[in-house]
């Protein structure tokens, strides 16, 4: 058991109804295997399971550069409901039709669905960028192979982009399910807890219940490096599809992940890797990864003697001059003491990640798309 004082870890969050809790079920290795592995490589594990010989495909060329976003919860027709139930029976089958657990397949399906139908702002764009590359036109009977390879490793570049977009958008829906998973962990821990002492007061809580808890604040915090990391590549590589960032909350979170999280300097102001967490009724789980106030009374002291702040209004100029200092082209290393100083006394704000995610996902439907549909529709030159 864990002991737990009353007035200490709190964790700030508005209040209301706990939203809808979305949790991910592990697919049979069965469908794991036929969605993620290539085809020959499916008969090769069937055949040393079966003794007979692996299925051998005709050699195909690079011309079958294909994506395989396949989620598109639009396309079914049924209720909620009916698609629960749909699976429910399903699952229920391939249990063999067992008597006495029908909740068991029931709550499986209904998590399964939640999750398929939950979006992320990148569908739409996933969906219409899969289209155009998977119809790629031919042209037969010539012979370049440099005109071949400009082709295909422009359409390999755009793929990449894809496949980095698709990791975003499982990002997204994962941070979205993890706000509501968050709150019920923190409600088994209220439910659970038991007075230990009366002063000061505190609780004991069980360790597997408080490792439930801090399981789901560390996934958030990895997802967002991990959302942090992918958003700064992507805004790089749309230079090369002659894509720019707009000003706005896209390019803060660009620039302040460079300077601090890529490319931190000792003894200058770097992330706080424990600072505080987000967590919206309805939204995305934010661990916060870059903003951090400074709270040590020592501390900050000293950082805020050489700039005397006389009330709120000067706190306020100094922090947006260590805003301006975070979008300028300026390096992190190249920062003078001064303005290190700054940011140590004043700090800098957290980027708002839904907001950034957003941005770029209407960047990437209104300003990359266009680029790939050019990319996608050039004939790819065939010997044959």
């Known amino acids: 058991m864990r002991k737990?004082?009353?007035n200490r870890n709190a964790v700030q969050s508005d209040g209301g109804k706990r939203s809808t809790t979305?949790?991910?079920?592990?697919?049979?290795?069965?469908?794991?295997?036929a969605d993620t592995l290539p085809r020959w490589r499916l008969n090769r594990r069937l055949a040393t399971s079966t003794g007979r010989a692996p299925f051998r495909p005709a050699v195909r060329s690079n011309?079958?550069?294909?994506?395989?976003?396949?989620?598109?919860?639009?396309?079914?027709a049924r209720t909620p409901h009916n698609q629960v139930s749909d699976l429910a029976y399903r699952l229920w089958e391939a249990r063999s039709r067992p008597f006495g657990s029908p909740d068991?397949?029931?709550?499986?399906a209904e998590r399964l669905v939640n999750d398929y139908r939950l979006e992320s702002p990148f569908d739409e764009f996933l969906r219409k960028a899969t289209a155009v590359l998977?119809?790629?036109?031919?042209?037969?009977g010539l012979r370049d192979d440099a005109e071949y390879a400009r082709v295909i490793e422009e359409r390999r570049y755009v793929i990449d982009v894809l496949d980095r977009v698709e990791m975003l958008a499982y990002a997204h829906s994962r941070l979205n399910a993890l706000s509501g998973l968050y709150r019920d962990a923190e409600a088994q821990m209220d439910g659970t807890k038991r007075e230990s002492r009366e002063e000061p007061l505190t609780w004991e809580v069980p360790d597997e219940i408080v490792w439930q808890r801090d399981c789901r604040a560390l996934e958030g915090r990895v997802l967002v490096a991990f959302v942090y990391y992918e958003m700064t590549s992507l805004a790089h590589m749309l230079r090369a599809l002659r894509v720019s960032i707009p000003k706005g909350e896209l390019e803060y979170l660009v620039k302040a992940r460079d300077k601090f999280m890529a490319h931190p300097v000792f003894g200058s102001r770097v992330r706080n890797a424990h600072s505080a967490m987000s967590i919206p009724r309805v939204g995305l789980l934010h661990a916060h990864a870059i903003y951090g106030d400074e709270v040590?009374?020592?501390?900050?002291?000293?950082?805020?003697?050489?700039?005397?702040?006389?009330?709120?209004?000067?706190?306020?100029?100094?922090?947006?001059?260590?805003?301006?200092?975070?979008?300028?082209?300026?390096?992190?290393?190249?920062?003078?003491?001064?303005?290190?100083?700054?940011?140590?006394?004043?700090g800098i704000r957290e980027p708002n990640l839904?907001?950034?995610?957003?941005?770029?996902?209407?960047?990437?439907l209104s300003s990359a798309f266009p680029e790939i549909e050019r990319i996608a529709a050039q004939p790819i030159p065939s010997r044959r």
């Open 4 to 6: 737990r004082r009353a």
């Open 22 to 33: 979305l949790q991910r079920s592990a697919f049979t290795e069965t469908d794991f295997v």
């Open 63 to 76: 011309l079958e550069d294909a994506m395989s976003f396949r989620k598109n919860p639009a396309r079914d």
């Open 104 to 108: 068991a397949d029931w709550h499986l």
């Open 134 to 140: 998977n119809g790629p036109s031919i042209a037969q």
């Open 296 to 346: 040590d009374p020592a501390l900050i002291d000293h950082y805020n003697g050489p700039f005397a702040p006389k009330n709120a209004a000067d706190r306020a100029r100094l922090r947006d001059e260590n805003e301006r200092l975070i979008l300028s082209s300026k390096r992190h290393c190249d920062f003078l003491a001064d303005e290190r100083s700054r940011l140590k006394a004043f």
């Open 354 to 364: 839904e907001g950034s995610l957003n941005e770029m996902a209407k960047l990437l």
